[in-house]
């Protein structure tokens, strides 16, 4: 099944449709999806390592946009859609402890989870909630998610031949170390 998945995300990137997909995955996840887009970016690069920046260039804009949709959610629904994805995340009752002293470090806040594994949609829906200066949001946002995705784009961009066989000889491997990345994100938010 992996390896189904893993040639079809391959096969994927090689489509007219594959930018349209990463936009779609990394502006929902910048707000409320769990799944980051380095799930399909980085098979996109490896397909088409010519393309890397470009890649790197939708990811970005795709998820500052998204960014920009999850501090609206923070800054004008919280009550009704805001409260919900912190429930989701089980971070509503810690939410509350954490908007009084947001601000103080609000732009470095947005910084550290764009850049991390750190689930980036709560520090937007914090932005918002907090009201955090909506400029300062936006350039810690393209600082952070441009810094995140161009450094992975130059790594496969460089090494992408090497690190394909290295994955596709080791992808069961691989599929664990990013499950465990992915879930040390969601433990530091101790939503697990």
Same mark, same amino acid.
């Given at each position: 099944?992996?390896?189904?998945?893993?040639?079809? &995300?391959?096969?994927?990137?090689? &489509?007219?449709?594959?930018?349209?997909?990463?936009?779609?995955?990394? !502006?929902?996840?910048?707000?409320?999806?769990?799944?980051?887009?380095?799930?399909?970016? @980085?098979?996109? @690069?490896?397909?088409?390592?010519?393309?890397?920046?470009? @890649?790197?260039?939708?990811?970005?804009?795709?998820?500052?946009?998204? %960014?920009?949709?999850?501090? !609206?959610?923070?800054?004008?629904?919280?009550?009704?859609? %805001?409260?919900? $994805?912190?429930?989701?995340?089980?971070?509503?009752?810690?939410?509350?402890?954490?908007?009084? &002293?947001?601000?103080?470090? %609000?732009?470095?806040?947005?910084?550290?989870?764009?850049?991390?594994? !750190?689930?980036?949609?709560? $520090?937007?829906?914090?932005?918002?909630?907090?009201?955090?200066?909506?400029?300062?949001?936006?350039?810690?946002? $393209?600082?952070?998610?441009?810094?995140?995705?161009?450094?992975?784009?130059?790594?496969?961009?460089?090494? =992408?031949?090497?690190?394909?066989?290295?994955?596709?000889?080791?992808? =069961?491997?691989?599929?664990?170390?990013?499950?465990?990345?992915?879930?040390? =994100?969601?433990?530091?938010?101790?939503?697990?």
């Amino acid at each position: 099944m992996l390896r189904g998945l893993y040639d079809w &995300t391959i096969s994927l990137a090689r &489509t007219p449709y594959a930018l349209w997909a990463l936009a779609a995955v990394a !502006f929902i996840e910048s707000s409320f999806f769990p799944i980051p887009p380095d799930v399909l970016m @980085i098979p996109m @690069i490896i397909a088409r390592p010519s393309r890397a920046f470009l @890649i790197a260039g939708v990811a970005t804009i795709a998820s500052v946009l998204g %960014g920009m949709l999850g501090y !609206f959610i923070g800054f004008a629904l919280y009550d009704s859609v %805001g409260v919900q $994805i912190l429930q989701f995340y089980g971070k509503e009752d810690y939410f509350a402890e954490f908007a009084v &002293t947001y601000n103080s470090y %609000g732009a470095w806040a947005v910084l550290v989870a764009g850049v991390t594994p !750190f689930p980036y949609k709560v $520090i937007t829906i914090a932005s918002g909630v907090t009201q955090l200066s909506l400029p300062v949001f936006i350039f810690a946002s $393209i600082t952070a998610r441009a810094l995140r995705f161009f450094l992975v784009a130059a790594l496969l961009w460089k090494f =992408g031949e090497p690190i394909r066989d290295f994955i596709e000889r080791r992808l =069961g491997l691989m599929f664990i170390l990013f499950c465990v990345l992915l879930l040390g =994100g969601f433990a530091l938010l101790g939503v697990l």
